[in-house]
């Protein structure tokens, strides 16, 4: 074994201190001499040095002091420098440990063997002291990037809990929202003596831009809407929560598809000033990029004569007593979108025993595992197998079908509408 009295040992001086960030260095050597020559040398150059005869002893100090470089001979009796490594290495400790070997084997075998046992670099006996000065260096570079990442990582951490807190309180309100969202058509089914009105809300998400309503006029006339406001998420719920009002049961003197007559007696009025209206409202009460499509129909339960206003939306499909189906409308211009867009009103009419349906883009666009979407021809093929199906039979139908074309993946967009069902005229 070579010694280091027969090298002329000095360290030269190293950067200050404080800006290292290998401090304490354990130093683990059987030959006293040897030992204290370099912890001399090393503390002359600002480092903290404890000192170890034996693996073992330094194992114990290990778990007693944090230490963030060691330099350790490789021959040693009892535990060796390699089987210390080992050990170095599953002890608890707040940051990587820098490990060198010295060592007077040079073969690539030996040095693959210090690898495997976790050291980081080598010192071949003998060795010039520029070079332990240059290697004590080299770790300290990679403690401090170890340290730094740490650092980071826990910074990230502390992050993403506060991530997680924030999203719970979020996901808490959005819960919320989805309820009062879900309280905008409270009932969903309406049995009357000569229909009967189903309705169909499905949020993507927590809360949607899709709603759909129905609002008795008079004892014969009754209206109901379709609504899908752009996008998805908080913004466009809160959309359709202001249209609600705008169309509400509980309230007909706001509602701007009805005409007072009297005292507390309405008629309704033509859908497409009443969504003209709405558009004239966005236009200047409502700042918002949002724009929404819309179906409303005003329905005489005495006659079987419906007046449409097709703004937008996918078409209402009429399907008669044979299960064909038929497309209402002509398209229209979206709701929102231009403050001179004209409206038109479309009449249909309907004999006991046919049913209108009306549907959000989510239904006509749900797409297959390939991507393919449902499209006009694939909706009218889903309401011809569910023909025989009534009210809320056929909305749960509808889902099911949805979700099997789909297969089994999530909706892309929320999924509403509306089955009106003319059971008979109304005898006046």
């Known amino acids: 074994m070579t010694s280091l009295r027969e090298t002329n040992f000095e360290i030269a001086e190293a950067s200050a201190p404080d800006n290292r960030a290998v401090r304490t260095i354990l130093v683990v050597d059987d030959s006293a001499g040897q030992r204290r020559l370099l912890s001399k040398s090393l503390q002359r150059n600002g480092f903290d040095v404890i000192e170890a005869a034996s ?54 075998a030996d040095i693959a063997v210090g690898l495997d046992a976790g050291a980081d670099d080598f010192l071949t006996k003998p060795f010039i002291p520029a070079e332990i000065l240059a290697r004590i260096r080299a770790g300290d570079r990679i403690v401090d990037m170890q340290r730094r990442l740490t650092e980071k990582n826990a910074l990230l951490a502390a992050s993403l809990d506060e991530l997680k807190e924030l999203y719970s309180v979020l996901d808490n309100d959005l819960l919320e929202a989805r309820k009062l969202q879900q309280s905008l058509v409270p009932q969903r089914f309406f049995s009357l003596a000569s229909a009967d009105v189903s309705l169909l809300l499905k949020p993507s998400g927590h809360v949607g831009g899709d709603l759909v309503g129905f609002f008795p006029i008079n004892d014969r006339f009754v209206g109901f809407y379709s609504i899908d406001v752009s996008g998805h998420g908080v913004s466009s719920a809160l959309l359709t929560a202001r249209l609600a009002g705008q169309l509400s049961a509980a309230a007909p003197e706001q509602n701007v598809a009805l005409q007072r007559i009297g005292k507390h007696q309405y008629a309704p009025r033509s859908p497409a000033d009443a969504v003209s209206d709405l558009n004239t409202m966005i236009q200047r009460e409502v700042e918002t990029e949002h724009y929404f499509t819309i179906a409303l129909v005003n329905f005489d339960l005495a006659t079987g004569d419906g007046v449409l206003c097709q703004a937008g939306h996918p078409h209402p499909l009429l399907q008669n007593t044979d299960g064909s189906v038929i497309e209402l409308g002509e398209g229209g211009m979206p709701v929102g979108l231009l403050p001179t867009a004209e409206f038109e009103d479309v009449t249909f009419s309907m004999v006991p025993g046919d049913r209108l349906v009306i549907l959000s883009d989510g239904v006509i666009e749900c797409a297959d595992p390939s991507g393919h979407g449902l499209d006009d021809d694939g909706v009218a093929d889903l309401l011809k197998r569910n023909h025989q199906l009534k009210g809320q039979s056929f909305m749960e139908a509808l889902m099911w079908d949805l979700s099997e074309f789909a297969g089994g993946q999530d909706m892309a967009d929320d999924v509403s509408g509306i089955l009106f069902e003319f059971k008979k005229k109304l005898d006046l």
Request: with cysteine; hydrophobic share 45%.
């Open 55 to 108: 693996g073992q002893d330094a194992l114990a100090l290990c778990e007693q002091h944090s230490v963030d470089l060691v330099i350790s001979d490789w021959m040693m009796p009892g535990m060796d420098g390699i089987a210390f490594c080992r050990a170095f290495r599953q002890v608890e400790k707040e940051g990587y440990g820098y490990f060198i070997l010295l060592t007077s084997k040079a073969e690539k």
